[in-house]
């Protein structure tokens, strides 16, 4: 058959007593885009690498059942025919490049087929169209931002015109704007080039749109393979997502705990009671009131973290912040929002002392890195927790090693090796670290990467908690968690502070050329005049309330 | 754009050219001609001051280390301090050896941050290098502004979260600097690991011919090049090789006289 099929595919690692992947069966046809999401750990890169070959090619451990290419075992092509038939897209995309000029990245593959220079030259332009870049040709890979760089490399998967695309996280470094465009881009050339694709991905409301199907894993087994338009309110596979800690796109998720019409739950939003009672409302709320009553006045008493008066840093001749005034206060939750390349992580390194310029910080600062591995050194979680404590000479460093694991759910892994951990998990040691250092100010970039929805939400409660006298400052793509958890947004653009608020207030009024997108509940929600929240906060809430008449049962 | 095989000529030229130099001046030379390449590549303000101080400790510390330790005869004291004396002969040895370090490592620097690894892999394979060494030695060069970089963060992250790293006992410090590789070493691997799927993916195959999308073309200036270049490095090494000769009690022309003092107080 043509595209990708799997008929009780596996893999069993080569320590391992259990196969991590077992018994899938799994067919993606030529235009089909099928996102496979379960939680962490369940198996989903695995399955990618096995449907693409690399684990038969190169795994120690037992290949189990069979895959098909085209109908052709991928371990079995030569390289420079699989090559035409399928591309893959790792995790990391700055460790996939292989070349040292923008072309000569596109070209690489090609040059595996043994397609001629000039057949290459004429496919690179579109190549780079296809996937929404505007690059010059002999631009240095490695200058180029997360997004851009994501882009490249999946363009670069498909240069030799491979019929199945298979990517893990696709779009997680992408800010919303370049998420939808990556993926509109992949739902055309799936349309058009009868591309078949298979993606895993954590960002399911991004995707939603652009998917055919849904697949379903959970501990090395596919537990549920639903076409996307049958997935609606009172589909039992919204309640498999849920039971697996994965999100659910907010609308369809409200709609089906309602039990209305996805198209029904802006209705309901303005007029059902209930409104005031969901987790954060009334804080929100009172923020905005006061922010109209002169905000700044009562939150002078505060003492101010960071201060810059038209702070500026180029890269050589490239300006990366252009005249930034800034004013941060001690007990603000700050979410940093803007678009790949906006300058957010420089604002930080800047804050952190990375990056030298001219602005003033008071108090201990404390940055985990976008890259959560650079921040731990030590040889066990428990380590880790006790370095800053024991550095500053605390009386208590296994109290304080308890409350930091604690607070980030780190307590059966304090003996284990950082860097044996998952993404997700190392990422909440290396919070946990700072944290335990009791900072003023807690940096962090990009704190959702690799972690599902319900790591993610613990986490900002446990930060919430434990900084109510420090300042919180997190750059993010994700903006339904500035909504929900920041008590003021700053958003960037091009190196230049273009709002600085209340969330709501500065998301309720942005500017559509911005390439920040509201979630579609965080939307109504906001339409209605009520608090962005979660649907299930939402939900409980709501039910609380008597149902209005005609309403739904 | 200069061949990458050019660019291999001249590391290479500097590696003969450190060995057979061995006045402080000529290699001091030798290390500002290295530096060459990164001035025009415009490597950002900040990596030239930590590239100095790197350098000057590196220096430094050689030059110490040598001048306290040197046990060879005669040997002059330049200063007495106590039982310690810095002997100066070693002094001038510590210099020649951590300048022809300097140099080796600023020309495999240049090499790296200059050249595509692909582009690199391509001359070494012109060159008749294994596949597998050329690839090896292309995946490692590329690696090292990565590495360098993320050591430095890692530092930075460590610093954030305790007191400076001098601020402990020597075997803490010793420690501690030990266990900031293993961030590096752990994300290494993983980087290693995923240019190899990447390389995997796309279809590379060491072993099948393979379409080049821009040949390698050594122009006029590559010619004058190797030729400039390699003609003074065969001259040095001729000089060196008789001087050698010379010392060795193996072979004396008397009309090279002045050439045996060239190399004594010039090479």
Partial sequence: ?553 | MIDPRTRLFLVTAVGVLAICLEQPGALGALVLATLLPLAVLRVPGVWWRRGVIGVLTIVWSTVLSQGLFYAEQPRVALVELGPLVLWREGVRWGLVQSLRFVAVSLAGLGLAVSTSPDRLYAAMLRLRVPFGLALMATTALRMVPAVGQELWTVRRARAARGRPAWRRAPWRWLALEVGLLRPVVARAWRRAHALAESLDARGFDPLAPRAVRRPLRMGALDGGIVVGVGLVTATVVALRVLYLLYVGEVLYVPALRGVYGFVRGWL
Avoid at chain 1, 63 to 87: E, S, W
């Fill in chain 1, 1 to 553: 058959m043509k595209g990708l099929s799997l008929v009780e595919a596996g893999y069993r690692y080569p320590s391992a007593t259990a196969p991590a992947v077992q018994g899938v069966s799994l067919q993606v046809a030529p235009g089909e885009v099928v996102l496979l999401t379960g939680p962490t750990g369940c198996g989903k890169s695995t399955l990618l690498r096995l449907a693409c070959g690399l684990l038969q090619r190169h795994g120690q451990g037992g290949v189990l059942g069979r895959v098909g290419l085209d109908g052709q075992d991928p371990a079995t092509l030569a390289p420079r025919v699989r090559v035409g038939r399928v591309g893959f897209v790792g995790q990391e995309p700055a460790d996939q490049l292989v070349a040292g000029t923008v072309a000569d990245e596109l070209a690489f593959a090609m040059e595996s087929a043994g397609q001629s220079g000039a057949e290459i030259d004429a496919a690179l332009g579109p190549l780079l169209a296809s996937v929404g870049l505007d690059l010059a040709f002999d631009r240095d890979p490695r200058t180029l931002s997360g997004g851009q760089t994501q882009r490249l490399v999946v363009a670069a998967a498909l240069s030799a015109g491979a019929g199945v695309l298979v990517a893990d996280e696709p779009i997680a470094q992408l800010d919303p704007r370049g998420a939808t465009d990556l993926l509109a881009g992949l739902r055309t050339l799936a349309r058009d080039r009868q591309l078949a694709v298979l993606l895993v991905e954590h960002r399911l409301e991004a995707c939603w749109p652009f998917l055919d199907r849904v697949v379903v894993m959970d501990a090395g087994r596919l537990v549920a393979d639903e076409a996307r338009r049958d997935i609606v309110p009172g589909h039992p596979l919204l309640g498999t997502l849920r039971g697996l800690g994965l999100t659910v796109p907010g609308v369809l998720d409200l709609a089906d705990r309602w039990g209305l019409a996805e198209a029904e739950v802006a209705g309901r939003l303005r007029t059902a009671p209930g409104r005031g009672e969901v987790t954060g409302e009334k804080a929100v709320a009172a923020e905005a009131a006061a922010a109209g009553r002169g905000e700044e006045a009562a939150a002078a008493d505060r003492p101010v973290r960071v201060r810059a008066e038209g702070l500026r840093f180029s890269y050589g001749d490239d300006v990366v912040l252009g005249g930034i005034d800034l004013c941060l206060r001690a007990g603000e939750r700050v979410a940093l929002l803007g678009g790949n390349g906006a300058g957010k992580s420089t604002l930080l390194g800047l804050i952190e002392g990375r990056l030298r310029g001219r602005l003033s910080v008071h108090g201990r600062v404390v940055g985990v890195p976008q890259d959560p591995d650079l921040a731990l050194f030590q040889p066990s979680v428990r380590d880790e927790l006790a370095h800053g404590p024991l550095e500053a000479g605390h009386a208590d460093v296994a109290g304080t090693v308890a409350w930091a694991a604690g607070a980030l759910s780190l307590d059966p892994l304090l003996d284990r090796p950082p860097h044996a951990l998952s993404r997700g998990q190392r990422l909440r040691v290396a919070v946990a670290g700072a944290l335990s250092c009791r900072p003023d100010l807690l940096l962090l970039d990009e704190p959702t990467s690799g972690q599902d929805h319900d790591q993610v939400e613990r986490m900002m409660r446990a930060l919430t908690a434990a900084l109510v006298e420090g300042l919180l400052l997190f750059a993010t793509h994700d903006v339904d968690l500035a909504l929900r958890h920041a008590t003021r947004v700053l958003v960037l653009h091009r190196g230049r502070l273009v709002a600085d608020g209340p969330p709501r207030t500065v998301l309720a009024s942005l500017p559509a050329s911005l390439p920040i997108v509201v979630p579609p509940l965080a939307a109504l929600c906001l339409d209605a005049g009520r608090a962005p929240a979660t649907a299930a906060e939402l939900a409980a809430a709501v039910s609380r309330g008597p149902r209005p008449a005609g309403g739904p049962p």
